[in-house]
């Protein structure tokens, strides 16, 4: 069998990714580093493809998830305090 390789362009267009982004997942250890041909050029293979795509379907399902208690607290917090404020300008007025 064998292994189909594709260059870093194409995986940068293909995932819509900057070059940098690949480079800091595999600094980070989030994706395995790809081997190198000849010439000192990653070639990345279908394996190294899925992972991408999971952490990319792992950032979609992140920014759609509900937000985080500690978020939905804040923002209690925040209209709990304006609407002390708005009470005590209309008792002062008063």
């Known amino acids: 069998m064998q292994t189909t390789y594709l260059p870093t362009k194409e995986m ?10 690949l480079y800091n997942w595999i600094k980070l ?20 493809m899925k992972e991408i795509e999971g952490i990319i379907r ?6 759609l998830s509900p937000p985080k208690i500690e978020q939905r607290l804040q923002i209690n917090l925040k209209k709990i ?7 005590l ?5 008063e």
């Open 89 to 93: 300008n209309i008792v002062c007025e």
């Open 58 to 63: 792992a950032k979609e399902v992140e920014q």
């Open 81 to 87: 305090k304006n609407l002390i404020k708005v009470h």
């Open 12 to 21: 940068l267009e293909e995932f819509k990714l900057s070059r940098q982004t």
């Open 29 to 48: 250890a989030k994706i395995t580093e790809p081997e190198k041909d000849w010439r000192g050029w990653r070639m990345w293979t279908e394996q190294q």
